[in-house]
């Protein structure tokens, strides 16, 4: 019953929102779309719309209007500006289901866990809320702690909310044709991982363990540090850092700090992590990033919210760097070409058709001054036109996009002259150069003498082994072989004197035929 009185306020909002017009709009059924929104104003655009609809849904729905927002390769450009100015304002929920959620986690009394824990929150969102801690770690020194808690009773609100989804994408999708282009049941499918990946803290964990092992090296970004002993599914203890939000330039200005470097190191840390590790941070909004002003590590960037990482394989990652360096070179036929060499389009495509097309999308970029063209949409141009060529675009790329747009945008927010073109083409280029290159080959050779070293002694052996494996096998093959021999020369022998009989009988018939003739 809980669930049709949810489908019942899910359709009030959607009515009262003009969303079905929205939906029905792509069909046949637009007639039938204005006659059910008779009545309402509907002066507000679309997209507004569609945002202030996903609010008053609730938390899920503004996840997943977040998750949306990235498919900017599926949706029109107005819809994904305005759900981009969607953020987590949810309300804290109360500091005792807080408390009661890590002593469950623990088995220990909130005391026994910290040293000292603010009851207030710092940070709320949709998933999980933040406080402030104080923990002593097992050599005794006490840490300064952030405290994530996972909002309570979500897994069974998002299992109800996922399945209406999945049920309203169907429904969409059979009578619209704008919802199948979207690919509305996909992209529920998509939000589906990214939320239930988002529920599980310890891999938000993992993830940030990973990143600052990664990082490390760089000195351009922190990364907390995360305390295992503390580390459950619903909870998560990490080291607190201290900085100034990105976004409050200002301060930032008035501390000191060089805004565009920092717009450079920012550019700098997403290249790295995308094209040296093919390991990053997907969600690099300006919530999620601070600036540091303590001394030692004054104007780094501090990375937070793990929960969506993208991860890029080899492949990708040299497709990626040639696509960019062609499109540099304006050598539209090698773009064209490694699309069709990913398979990501159908076999019998011509290359003379998509080059055509990257052409149209990437040519009118070119007459414009560098700092003004979007590397992000540039990216957003080409999947929205190999949509035309049946392009399925790999969700990993989708996730490199958004950032890519995020990190452009925030990086233009601190120098308005940032030319990302410039510092992006010597990277590229000399990741490129590191993959065919000398020392590329010799990181293989470094990173296979473990192995290398574990066959060698057992080579002479393996060797013998399969020579004399090979030689029984051989030795059966070639008796087997000469008794066919034997048999085939057997049937010829046969053969041959029956013909040789046949010819003698035939000549000595003729000759007696004749001598009785004559």
Known sequence: MTRYFRAAFILWVILRYGLDELAL?????????????????????????????????GPIFVKFGQVLSTRRDLLPAD???????????VPPFPSEVAVATIERAFRRPLAEVFESFEQEPVASASIAQVHFAVIRTRDGTLREVAVKVLRPGMLPVIEKDLDLMRMMAGWVENISLDAR???????????????????DLVREAANAAQLRRNMQG??????????????????????????????????????????????RDGVTIFFTQVFRDGFFHADMHPGNIQVSLEQGTFGRYISLDFGIIGTLTEH?????AQ????FFRRDYKRVAELHIESGWVPPGTRVDELEAAVRTVCEPYFDRPLREISLGMVLMRLFQ???????????????????????????????PELDLWSTAKPFLERWMLDQVGPQKLFEELRDQ????????????????????????DNNADLRALLAEQRRTNRLLQILVWGVTATAIGVVVLQFLVRGHLF
């Open 79 to 89: 819809i994904a500006d305005e759900l981009a100015m969607l953020q987590d304002r």
């Open 323 to 326: 696509n960019f360096t062609a």
């Open 25 to 57: 709009s792509g069909f046949r059924l637009r007639g039938l779309a204005r006659v059910i929104t008779f009545g309402r104003k509907l002066d507000a655009p679309r997209g507004q719309r569609l945002r202030q609809a996903l609010e008053h849904l």
């Open 449 to 472: 003498a473990p192995r290398f070293a574990k066959i060698l002694p057992e080579l002479p052996r393996l060797v013998h082994s399969y020579l004399q494996h090979h030689e029984k």
């Open 218 to 263: 760089l000195h351009l970004v922190l990364i907390p540090e995360m305390y295992w002993d503390f580390v459950h599914p619903e909870v998560i203890v990490m080291e607190r850092m201290t900085g100034v939000p990105i976004s409050q330039t200002e301060r930032l200005v008035a501390a000191g700090v060089d805004l565009r470097q920092l717009a």
């Open 181 to 199: 282009r979207l690919k509305t049941r996909e992209v529920v499918a998509e939000f589906d991982k990214y939320l239930h990946d988002e529920l």
């Open 385 to 415: 036109m190999s949509r035309r060529f049946q392009v399925d675009i790999q969700p990993q790329l989708v996730l490199l996009q958004k950032t890519l747009l995020n990190i452009e945008g925030l990086g233009r927010q601190l120098d």
């Open 316 to 320: 990708d990652k040299e497709y990626l």
